[in-house]
């Protein structure tokens, strides 16, 4: 890899997949169907090029690579937004460990409007967050 080569895998088209018309919003089990088949198809893309996902409890001591955003499977069959971080350890061996994190955001308003801010966003999006703060 040389200098300043980014590795990361931006693919607009995936990201468009996800968009339903002009609203732009999700459909549910068919996004989450296409959702999973995407990140499926990014493990065997990693397999490829020998970075499995390290799953076991033991130590393993490596450079970090790269990192980017994925989502993983939890006990449930749900879908976790999680990190991919990649890995390669002192004998040439590869591998990425997956770390689920809770995506954010800030929104900044009035103090005198927060309250309401906080109870539309918590309707609105019902479902969709995990929680709303004020902070």
């Known amino acids: 890899m040389s200098r300043g080569q980014s590795t990361s895998r931006y693919r607009a088209d995936n990201f468009n997949k996800y968009k339903g018309g002009d609203s732009g919003k999700f459909f549910g089990e068919k996004e989450s169907e296409l959702r999973l088949q995407t990140s499926l198809e990014d493990d065997a893309i990693d397999q490829k090029y020998g970075f499995n ?27 976790l937004s999680a990190v991919d971080f990649y890995f390669i350890e002192e004998d040439g061996t590869r591998f990425k460990v997956s770390m689920p994190y809770r995506p954010y955001f800030y929104v900044i308003t009035k ?24 902070a």
């Open 53 to 79: 996902r390290h799953k076991e409890h033991n130590e393993r001591v490596g450079w970090l690579l790269n990192m980017h955003q994925t989502e993983i499977l939890d006990e449930d069959k749900r879908l």
């Open 111 to 134: 103090p005198e409007v927060r309250q309401d801010v906080t109870t539309f966003l918590s309707k609105k999006f019902s479902g969709q967050l995990a929680s709303v703060e004020i």
